[in-house]
C-alpha cells in the first residue's frame, strides 16, 4: 500500500520548512545560549554532570545543548503547526521532524558564525585603536 501524498505544493512545503525551522533555531538558540536564561542553563549544566541516575543527567543536558533541544523544540512546533512534509499522516511528521532540526542547525550554526566574525572584527578594531592610542602618546612624549 501506497502512503498518501501531501497535497500541499512541494515549493509551499520548503517555505514552511524554512519559517518554521527559523522559529525552531531562534527558541533552541535563545534558551541554550542567551543571557535571559543563564541561570536555569547554568542550573541544568550542573546536574547534568553531578546528577547521579543517568536518565537524569541525560534529561538535564537537553537544555544545554542547542540540537538536542531543538528535536523537542521542534516536535512542540509540529503539534502546534500539523505542517507535514511530502506525505500525509505519521510519516509527514516524521519527516517534518528531521528535516526541521536540519534546517534550524544550519541557522543556528551560521548565527553562530556571524557572532563569531563580528566579535573578532570587533577585537581587531579595539586592537587598531589601542595601538593609535599608544603611537599618539608616543608622539606627545
Request: proline content about 2%; charged content about 20%.
Amino acid at each position: 500500500m501506497q502512503p498518501a501524498l501531501n497535497s500541499c505544493p512541494l515549493t509551499q512545503q520548503l517555505g514552511f520548512l524554512l519559517f518554521i525551522s527559523l522559529s525552531v533555531a531562534c527558541v533552541s538558540w535563545t534558551v541554550t545560549h542567551e543571557e535571559v536564561f543563564r541561570e536555569a542553563r547554568e542550573f541544568c549544566q550542573d546536574k547534568s554532570r553531578h546528577c547521579e541516575p543517568l536518565y537524569l543527567r541525560k534529561l538535564f543536558y537537553l537544555f544545554t545543548c542547542e540540537y538536542c533541544f531543538s528535536h523537542y523544540v521542534a516536535a512542540l512546533f509540529l503539534l502546534c503547526t500539523h505542517f507535514q512534509m511530502l506525505y500525509a499522516g505519521w510519516r509527514g511528521y516524521l519527516i517534518s521532524e528531521f528535516a526541521l532540526v536540519s534546517v534550524a542547525t544550519v541557522y543556528m550554526s551560521d548565527f553562530n558564525r556571524l557572532r563569531l566574525n563580528l566579535k573578532s572584527e570587533k577585537m581587531t578594531i579595539e586592537e587598531q585603536a589601542r595601538f593609535i592610542a599608544g603611537s599618539e602618546v608616543g608622539k606627545l612624549v
